[in-house]
C-alpha cells in the first residue's frame, strides 16, 4: 500500500509541476506567480509529509494486526497522536487486542482450573462486550457443566471402585462360606451316619429289650408263684405241728392208760399176766409213737424256720422283684422313646445335611455367576472366567444330581425332574454371555444388549434351580 501512495504522490507531483511550468511560461514570470508556485509546493510537501505519516500509523496497525493473527495478543497501538487521522483505529485496534486477549485469558484461566477440579474458578466478564461476554458466560455454563460432569465421573469412578471391590470381597466371602458349607456338609454326613446307625441300632435293640421284658415279667411272676407256695407250705407245716402235739398227747394218755392197766394186771395176779403183757406192749408203742412224734416235732420246726426263713427270702424277692417291675418297665419305655427319638433325630439330621448340601449348591450357583460377570472386568483369560466355564455336569450339583447321593435320595420325587433343566440353562447363558465378549463388546451397544439378556436368562433360570431344590426338600422331609 505505501508503494501506491508513493507512486501516486510522484504522480500528481509531476503532473503539479507540469501545469505550473505551463502555465508559468503561458503567463510569464511575475511575483504572484512564483509566490503562488512556492505556496503549492509548501502545500504539496506537508501533503507528502502527512501521507508518510498516516502510512506509518497504517504499518504499526498493520504490524500489530499481523501478530494478533499470529496468536500474539500482548501488541499494543502507542503514541497515538491526538487528533491524528489514524487515532480513533489505533484505539479501537487497541481496544479490540484488549477484549480477544480478556476473552482468551478468562477462558484458559476457566478451563485449566476446570481440568484440576477447581470449577470454581469462572471465567470473568466484566470489562467484556458483546460477543465476547455472552461467549464467556457460555464458557461459564459450560465449565458448571464439567463440574457436574466431573462430579459425576467421580461418583461413577468411586462406585465403580467401590463395586469392584464389593465385587472382589463378595466373591471372597462367598467362597469362605462355600469352605464352611463344604466342612459342615462333611460333618452332617458324618453325623447322618451316625445317627442312622444309633436308630438302626435302637431298632435292632427295642426287639432285644422288649424279650429281655418279657423275660424278666415272667421270673417276677415265678417269683411271686413260688412266694404263694412257700407261703401255703409254711401254713401247712404249722398245721403239721398241731397234728403232731395232737399225737404226742394222745400217746402221752396211752402211755397213762396202759401203766395204769399194767397196775391193775399186776393186782389181778396170775390172771392179769396176759392183760399186763398187752398193757407193756401198748406203753411201749406209746412211748415210741411219742419218740416219732417229737423227732417229727424236730423235724418239723426246722422245716418251719427254714420255711419262715424262705418266706422272708421270698417275700424280699417279691418286693426287689415289683421293684424291678417298675424299673424293667420304666426302661422299657425309655429305650423305645430313645429309638423312636433316635429316628426323630436321624429324620432331623436328613433334613439339616440335605438343606445344608442346597445351601452349598446355592453359594456355587453365587459363585459361578459372580465369575461370569467378574469376566467382564477381568477378561477371558482370567482366573474367574476359567472358573465360569465348568460345565453343568462337572459341577458339584451336576455330580450330585447325575451321579451322586441326589439321585439315589431324591430321584422318586416329582421335584427332581425340575431341577436339570434350568440348571442347564444357568450354565449355557453364562457360556453365551462370555461368547459374546469380543473385543467389539465395549463399543458395540447392541452385543452388550446381548450380554445383558443372556445373564438375565441366567438369573431367571437360577431362581428356577433355588425353587427345584427347596421343593425337593420340602415334598423329602414336608414342610
Known amino acids: 500500500m505505501g508503494s501506491r501512495i508513493h507512486l501516486l504522490a510522484g504522480v500528481a507531483f509531476l503532473l503539479y509541476v507540469a501545469f505550473a511550468f505551463l502555465g508559468f511560461r503561458a503567463a510569464g514570470a511575475n511575483g504572484w506567480m512564483i509566490t503562488l508556485m512556492t505556496l503549492s509546493v509548501v502545500v504539496f510537501i506537508l501533503m507528502l509529509y502527512t501521507l508518510h505519516r498516516i502510512q506509518v500509523a497504517l504499518a504499526r496497525i498493520t504490524a500489530r494486526m499481523e501478530e494478533a493473527a499470529g496468536g500474539n495478543l500482548a501488541g499494543r ?95 471372597k466371602d462367598l467362597k469362605t462360606i462355600q469352605d464352611f458349607l463344604v466342612a459342615q456338609n462333611q460333618d452332617m454326613r458324618v453325623v447322618a451316619n451316625l445317627s442312622r446307625e444309633t436308630a438302626e441300632e435302637a431298632e ?96 418239723i420246726g426246722s422245716f418251719g424256720l427254714a420255711t419262715t426263713r424262705m418266706m422272708n427270702d421270698a417275700g424280699h424277692m417279691k418286693e426287689i422283684a ?42 456355587d450357583h453365587f459363585v459361578f455367576k459372580q465369575n461370569g460377570y467378574r469376566t467382564l472386568q477381568a477378561g477371558l483369560d482370567s482366573a474367574e472366567a476359567k472358573a465360569a466355564r465348568t460345565d453343568h455336569h462337572q459341577c458339584r450339583l451336576g455330580l450330585w444330581y447325575e451321579q451322586g447321593e441326589g439321585k439315589k435320595a431324591f430321584g422318586q420325587l416329582a421335584c427332581y425332574d425340575r431341577l436339570a433343566l434350568p440348571h442347564a440353562r444357568v450354565h449355557g447363558n453364562v457360556h453365551a454371555a462370555m461368547g459374546l465378549l469380543n473385543e467389539r463388546w465395549e463399543s458395540d451397544p447392541a452385543l452388550q444388549e446381548d450380554v445383558v439378556a443372556a445373564f438375565q436368562a441366567a438369573e431367571q433360570a437360577s431362581d428356577e434351580v433355588m425353587d427345584a431344590l427347596d421343593c425337593m426338600v420340602t415334598e423329602r422331609h414336608g414342610g
Open 322 to 363: 415289683d421293684t424291678s417291675r417298675s424299673a424293667i418297665t420304666e426302661f422299657a419305655g425309655q429305650f423305645q422313646r430313645f429309638s423312636e427319638s433316635a429316628r426323630t433325630s436321624l429324620a432331623q439330621v436328613t433334613r439339616a445335611q440335605d438343606k445344608g448340601f442346597t445351601s452349598l449348591v446355592k453359594v
Open 77 to 171: 497501538i502507542t503514541g497515538i497522536r491526538k487528533g491524528a487521522a489514524t487515532e480513533a483505529a489505533a484505539w479501537a485496534l487497541n481496544d479490540l487486542l484488549d477484549q480477544v486477549e480478556a476473552y482468551f485469558r478468562e477462558t484458559n484461566a476457566a478451563f485449566e482450573h476446570a481440568q484440576k477440579g477447581l470449577t470454581f474458578r469462572k471465567a470473568m466478564t466484566s470489562g467484556l462486550h458483546g460477543a465476547f461476554r455472552q461467549s464467556l458466560e457460555r464458557v461459564n455454563v459450560s465449565v458448571e457443566a464439567m463440574a457436574d460432569s466431573q462430579r459425576l465421573v467421580q461418583k461413577e469412578r468411586l462406585l465403580a471402585r467401590v463395586g469392584e471391590l464389593s465385587a472382589v470381597n463378595l466373591v
Open 204 to 299: 435292632a435293640s427295642t426287639a432285644g429289650i422288649q424279650a429281655i421284658v418279657a423275660d424278666l415279667n415272667r421270673v417276677i411272676d415265678l417269683i411271686d408263684s413260688t412266694h404263694g407256695q412257700i407261703t401255703q407250705i409254711h401254713e401247712k407245716s404249722s398245721e403239721i405241728q398241731q397234728i403232731i402235739q395232737v399225737i404226742t398227747e394222745v400217746a402221752d394218755k396211752t402211755n397213762l392208760l396202759a401203766l395204769n392197766a399194767a397196775i391193775e394186771a399186776a393186782h389181778a395176779g396170775e390172771a392179769g399176766k396176759g392183760f399186763a403183757v398187752v398193757a407193756e406192749e401198748v406203753r411201749t408203742l406209746s412211748e415210741n409213737t411219742k419218740d416219732a412224734a417229737a423227732s417229727i416235732a424236730a423235724s
